[in-house]
């Protein structure tokens, strides 16, 4: 419906943010266990053939978005999936990792989810959903890159990331250097 009623030609994506739950019999960990939780996340839809592409597209904004918003990059690092814990629908799998001082921790994940979620809805609708050029002729299946974020977790890591302390005069000052952009006050 978005690509039609937009016109929107392959690549483009749709985000959006919002509410999510999560069944966690054990929540724990302050904000990465909790059952409701505030996340941001895009469907990026490309042609077959140009997924890693954009697959490795995404996972240099993301993580840019983060250094850009004044995350030190040395607290960052990059989380491949191996073969065994892909989930089934993914081609590949990273996420972004922050070190907190409870231990390197998920931030953000980025999946190539090829064309299985809209392969699936088709089956199930019997509603083809593949896209059609009018110029080259081509029909396909969209691939789709997700990358997803938690609101709550990219805020901890800001705030923690930000949290400073400096020796004026002999006694020692708590500083929150937030980026401008994400500073309450200018």
């Known amino acids: 419906n978005v690509q039609t009623t937009g016109r929107l030609k392959p690549p483009f994506g749709v985000a959006q943010i919002g509410k999510s739950f999560r069944n966690e019999i054990t929540p724990g960990n302050f904000i990465f266990r909790t059952r409701e939780f505030e996340q941001m996340e895009m469907e990026y839809f490309c042609p077959p053939e140009e997924g890693r592409k954009w697959f490795d597209y995404w996972k240099e904004q993301r993580m840019a978005w983060y250094v850009g918003l004044g995350v030190n990059p040395d607290n960052l690092r990059w989380r491949e999936h191996e073969s065994d814990e892909l989930a089934h629908y993914a081609e590949a799998t990273a996420d972004i990792e922050y070190q907190l001082p409870i231990g390197w921790k998920e931030l953000e994940g980025v999946a190539y989810r090829t064309d299985f979620d809209l392969k699936r809805h088709?089956?199930?609708?019997?509603?083809?959903?593949?896209?059609?050029?009018g110029q080259t002729?081509?029909?396909f299946t969209p691939h789709v890159v997700e990358p997803a974020a938690g609101v709550d977790r990219a805020?901890?890591?800001f705030l923690v990331d930000a949290y400073d302390e400096e020796d004026v005069e002999g006694e020692t000052r708590t500083v929150l250097r937030l980026h401008p952009k994400l500073a309450p006050i200018k």
């Open 155 to 157: 805020m901890l890591v």
């Open 122 to 133: 088709s089956e199930a609708s019997g509603r083809t959903l593949e896209y059609f050029d």
């Open 137 to 139: 002729r081509e029909r």
